[in-house]
Nanobody, 121 residues
Framework: QVQLLESGGGLVQTGGSLRLSCTSS????????MGWYRQAPGKQRESVAA???????NYADSLKGRFAISRDNARNTVYLQMNNLKPEDTAVYYC???????????????WGQGTLVTVSI
């Protein structure tokens, strides 16, 4: 059973930076697309960023230029660097591991428990 453990959340002032980490306990990390979603109070969960097995990235349009996703397959870890944070970035940030495309039933997608990011004015 794959588990994802997020860390790095916390309280930061407007304009500050945080780096979130998400470490996978399972096998075949390098075969999965990894990504981050977030859910602000009273809002739906939204996609933040994703990085494929080959390292291609995509971002929510509103976050391009401020957030950067990266991965270290040797450490089974994906990162989200968040810069110039704004109060509207306040949310619980969830890491996910995409299903392995060649065996999605055996290796389905997995979600972490979330880490809270609070940006103060």
């Amino acid at each position: 059973q794959v588990q994802l453990l997020e860390s790095g959340g916390g309280l930061v002032q407007t304009g500050g930076s945080l780096r979130l980490s998400c470490t996978s306990s399972g096998q075949f990390f390098s075969h999965r697309t990894m990504g981050w979603y977030r859910q602000a109070p009273g809002k739906q969960r939204e996609s933040v960023a994703a990085i494929t097995e080959r390292g291609s990235t995509n971002y929510a349009d509103s976050l391009k230029g401020r957030f950067a996703i990266s991965r270290d397959n040797a450490r089974n870890t994906v990162y989200l660097q968040m810069n110039n944070l704004k109060p509207e970035d306040t949310a619980v940030y969830y890491c996910y591991a995409g299903a392995i495309s060649t065996a999605p039933n055996r290796y389905p997608e997995v979600w972490g428990q979330g880490t809270l990011v609070t940006v103060s004015i």
